[in-house]
């Protein structure tokens, strides 16, 4: 897989065309946004979370995006299924986001 960028015109799209969706919310000014993103892209080609979507929303120009997850600090990670808000976290640790993404089965 890869990660895909999204924004306010196209994530309810990608959200309802994916049944599980991961989103990564982060800022262009976020150091640990920034070390996190070869992580997030490991993570994104690890057999185990095949058919999960992986998204990169930048928090400061998509308002919609970030309050459909109630993102309180960056990075935060989202996990979706079917549309729906699943659990959501602020993290830097990447156990953590395996956690949010064993979520979705």
Do not use: H
Not at 33 to 43: D, N
Not at 56 to 76: C, H, I, Q, T
Not at 88 to 93: D, H, L, Y
């Amino acid at each position: 897989m890869s990660v895909n960028v999204s924004t306010d015109q196209d994530f309810k799209t990608n959200l309802e065309s994916n049944d599980k969706v991961v989103v990564k919310y982060f800022a262009n000014w976020c150091g640990s946004c920034k070390l996190f993103a070869p992580k997030y892209r490991r993570l994104s080609d690890d057999d185990r979370f095949n058919g999960i979507t992986f998204l990169d929303v930048n928090a400061e120009e998509n308002p919609e995006a970030r309050k459909m997850a109630g993102v309180s600090n960056l990075p935060f990670f989202a996990v979706f299924q079917n549309g729906e808000l699943v659990d959501g976290a602020a993290t830097n640790k990447e156990d953590k986001v395996v956690e949010l993404l064993e979520k979705l089965g």
